[in-house]
């Protein structure tokens, strides 16, 4: 069982998502680093290759030499991980896709929702593998959840309450170098607090509950986003059963650092869920005391894929969920090699991420009409 | 200084928050019950009575008779605590008024607008004493976060997200006797969630913060109701100020007791208090650790005024705060009584509970519009 | 049904622990205050029964006078409340059991052990009633862990961790004239935090588990307290069921306020219980998620017999606690006078004060003797 | 910058331990894994050695073999990194010092006293570095906590109270095949509990407070071990300097997973903090509210030095513990090859270690005499 091999674009010296992919795939142990366009910047690219042990036969001065180049080697990378500013994320994707080489590429997929779709068809037609790395997604708490849910312990879902509040552009000393790009218009598309981090809230909602969103409604805030764009945004939603939901984003909540917090309420009970406290859950049940379920206690190995499971009681983290994701792309990849059948799909694909970029413009929209009521399109 | 004498309209056997006001009046140590009609129903009445050990003569069949009968008494009481189902507020409250007896009356209350106002007519000329008992304003770290809030530490308030949600309609085997007037139209006026519990934000927010509602936008929900009122709702809101809010209310969110959360964000930090915490306090400012407050350590005594303080750790609840409310209440008759200059005002009055009123028929009407903005009176 | 009635020694103007016992009486509804000795400082005294609206017939100069008097009274009280300074309860108990009154005292019974068991026996002569008010043995989750435990849910109890650290003495600032007779050992006797706070740990642990202590191992320490009593104390202990035991008190422990803490284990599961979180516990079972239960979720009413119950989620304090204590004691006196045969015992009595002395005074002398262990008596 | 080349013994297929050393040196991308002897079960070592992809001619049927044969190469590995069960670190690590190899060893050093100091010796006559693996010093917030603590904000620390309660052993179904040789004599030792969790209490005091133990005190019990070791310890401490302290362990405490909890009280503050909460310290001062610090808010990136330096809100977990020590130790390892001096020591060292099985043997000591005072000797 060789381990596969895989390029990176973005993700250089001072980055700060492009470390954790790359500490997520060694934590598989499944790939290695073999190729890179590390920064547009071709002495920080050279730097952080060097860094990184890559040869520098596969150091690429930009992302189309690389997609090229590496698609003609006989030793070819078996996928990229795109870690560029989110605006570029739709070129360089595409760009790899057209080589015929498998993607991984940070959220959001795309700015535009046109895009994102001319992405969707591009994985259809090339039939190769495209994950969104909608992180949250990868903890071992939340497929827990997922299986409770679907399991119907909780009901039927009736109504979410979703957050998730930061603060880091409220205190203008957190914004260093390696974060002022998302401050840009440019760099971020039409929205900074809902973009960022709503579209989180959006995957994960939909990947625990299979709800589909009907129509949505939002109040976009700005109050000290320099390029205003949102920073704070409120968003109610009616989804096909008849189901609400009500989520709420920002990034000037002083006292929130990452604290994305799902609420899920069923006919039977519900489900509670905290990022900062990942390996925990919170089930409660009608007529039946409020029960907490830990990560390794209440749940067995089989909903964690990476290399690694920590016994009860030892933390995972931010990592761990990035490298579950990972895991579960590369045994897809694995899996095809050997013209074995797929394992269920347990990561956010291309359509996940086509419909991510629509909920960001349809409450865009929305709060620009004044908080209207906008339909939100069937995306299958 | 000797102590005030009370009557109760409601509050009979097996009520649950007759007896809370009797309690938190008990604690004050400022005033007695002497008179009373403790049910329409008169077996029940007496039998309440004879346990309290009210004087026959002062035990009456109906609340006019009361109104009537105690207004023409030398020792006639010196306030009258109002505790019938919502519906009846109104009417008993009135009733007192007009009779020349300060009230204390429990919230909603009213059921209608033009009732609501009536009242606040009335006060302003007969020049009596009214407190709502919003409770929840009695808290001691409630005093305290306004304090905290009109001293600017956190800023200029910028938004706030405040939720309160419960179970109790979702558990069938909860909805005893003492509680199953709360599901009845007739008795709660046009909503549940946000009649029952949602007017309890509004007040506490006002409180805190000063903020005026300017509009209101919301999606009430009937999952479960048996009388087709709103057993959830997501309200969002804008001030005068250019402010945000957005509240939540449910009545059948499952493992949500008393769950009742407010969190007020400024430009230079954030307050968060948690109904069921209620001796604690989290304060956040830019660029410094969370802050921890606890009643009776970062508390000084003159927050609270009801007889009873007790040191840091030594849990304060719910009687203790209506104890606090009362206690305000019956200090502004105190020194009315001396003709001495009132303290500064302490508690909800008749103003802002036509306020409350107001804000849940708003809310009815946004929803039925299909969630669109209503524009929010000026109250004052 | 008519209240009883009762007096008071101690707990004048200032004082933090008699407005308490007051508040509690009046929360049970079922007894008045008609007589008293607030201080021994007479001026101070008149001054207290003035506020307090005592008739000054029943005001007395000296507790001795008190005793003498009412026991001639036909309308004597049927209780005394014993709230004066430790080292004065062994004399006023002793003078009001001889006079044939029932007696409520403040813990520690006494200071020294002899003295307890004078009143010990006393009370088996008398056949009177005797209260010791171990506060927390009020709490209605105590009441709930107790009936868990009892019901062999968590199996055979192991072994017991208990603390009880506090910060007042370390913060000079926090010594106010009400507490600073705490700092004298003339008052307090043998030992500060094991005397102070210590024996509610003992008192707690027997009343949940009927754990006899059979030896006792201790280690007190002073670090700043200017009498050189123990600021701090590690005792390890040893059952007769061959169970072990570890408490920990402090007054030093920066950052505590009144944090007792309870935690059990047994042979199938745990319980656990904090008195800052009064209204929950943690009950844990081998395979099964940990539970969290709420009073007036998980509780039935029965357990508590003060006259308030609230529901769920209204959070019950320290007030709630030892109005529960003292419902009790009445419920024991009324049904006495009328000759009806006693509910089931649900207060700490004159032997469980005897034996939290004794408790005090083996610690104290293990860590003299340098931590060996001592043999403890039997106590029944 | 070339990364290091290291080589492990034991961590074959099925082994908790050695995947989460080879997870954290991956995480630093410092060095990587090119030999080793995974299992004594050569087809097992076999296996685990294609899994990870090593050479197999640096695969080693023995220890003995791999330390003798590694020495000889050329390109020989910079270190080896022991995870075999605990019984055999003393041979193990003997064997890689005395061939001229670095060392990284689990804890506990070794199993007696004797063998310990004969590591320490040779340590010194060969002038290797040695690294013990006490995990939970790698956390960030551990070290923020020994800052804080150095730099007097608390005063000076006058009690520790330390727990570390697990359930594992109570619970039949954890103890897997993976663990089983945790309940064996022969693998483990003198101790169970207090050599298992109680050495990691030992190891962080001795790290954050820099206290030199004076003499010990200890009552171990043995409930359910199936090899009649201790599964709960109570242990009294002095310190040189006055200080005393307070430690629990226990494998049976159900409900605690792996609830490792110091508490440091000085004469001005305290320090507070949870493994299984480790991204977050609580500190106190007199007079100030009660603060909460969070990694990558509170703290600055100097503090952790491995790769990956996640922002606030991220978590990092046991596996970026593991990460830090291994970087720390591998720094070291780079400087002294470029002949720079030494970084401050950032990790546990073979004295630490040293001190570590000290540490068990006088707890053990002092239980089976009685609970005694056992004198700790002098470790420098």
């Known amino acids: ?19 954790v992919h790359r500490a997520a795939v060694s934590l598989t142990g499944k790939a290695e680093l073999v190729a890179g366009c ?19 036969s596969r150091v690429y001065r930009t992302f189309e030499e690389m997609a090229e180049k590496e698609a003609k080697r006989e030793d070819k990378i078996d996928f990229v991980s795109i870690v560029v500013p989110n605006y570029l994320h739709f070129e360089v994707a595409k760009s790899f896709l057209e080589n015929g080489i498998n993607v991984v590429c940070d959220k959001p997929l795309t700015l535009e ?8 068809n591009l994985v259809k037609s090339t039939n190769l593998e495209f994950m969104v790395t909608y992180t949250y997604i990868g903890y071992s708490m939340i497929k827990k959840a997922k299986e409770i849910i679907k399991s119907g312990e909780i009901g039927k879902v009736k109504f979410v309450v979703a957050e998730y509040p930061q603060e880091w552009l409220l205190n203008k000393r957190t914004i260093g170098e390696g974060t ?21 809230i959006e995957s994960l909602v939909s990947f625990l509950t299979d709800l589909k969103v009907k129509r949505i409604l939002a109040k ?12 704070n945004a409120f968003i109610i939603l009616e989804y096909d059963s008849g189901a609400v939901g ?16 799902l609420r899920i309420y069923g ?14 859950l919170i089930l409660n049940k009608i007529g039946e005391p409020t029960k907490i379920l830990f990560r390794g206690r209440e749940t067995s190995s089989k909903l964690i894929n990476s290399n690694l499971t920590l016994p009860m009681g030892h933390p995972e983290g931010f990592v761990e969920a990035f490298a579950n994701l990972y895991s579960s792309f590369i045994e897809v990849l694995l899996n095809k090699k050997l013209g074995k059948p797929h394992p269920e799909k347990n990561f956010p694909d291309v359509l996940d991420g086509a419909r991510g970029v629509t909920f960001v413009h349809t409450c865009v929209e929305s709060s620009q009409r004044g908080s209207i009521w906008i339909d939100f399109p069937k995306i299958d």
Chains 1, 2, 3, 4 share one sequence.
């Not at 069982?1 to 470390?19: H, S």
């Not at 929702?113 to 969707?120: C, G, R, T």
């Not at 009970?269 to 990942?278: H, V």
């Open 220 to 231: 976009l805030s700005c109050f000290i986003h320099p390029e205003k764009l949102d920073d």
């Open 180 to 200: 002022s790009w998302r401050l840009k218009k440019e760099y971020m598309g039409v929205s900074s607090s809902v973009g960022d981090i709503g579209a989180h």
């Open 38 to 56: 590390f920064s547009s910047d071709h002495e920080r690219n050279i730097e952080s290759a060097k860094k990184l042990g890559i040869d520098p």
């Open 267 to 280: 006919t039977e009970g519900s489900i509670e869920w905290e990022q900062e406290k990942p390996n925990r």
């Open 113 to 120: 929702i046109k895009d994102a779709f001319e992405l969707v």
């Open 246 to 261: 009500n989520y709420w984003t920002s990034q000037i909540a002083s006292g929130n650092k990452n604290a994305l917090k």
């Open 1 to 19: 069982m060789k381990k596969l091999k895989y390029g990176q674009v973005g993700g250089g010296v001072g980055a700060f998502i492009g470390p």
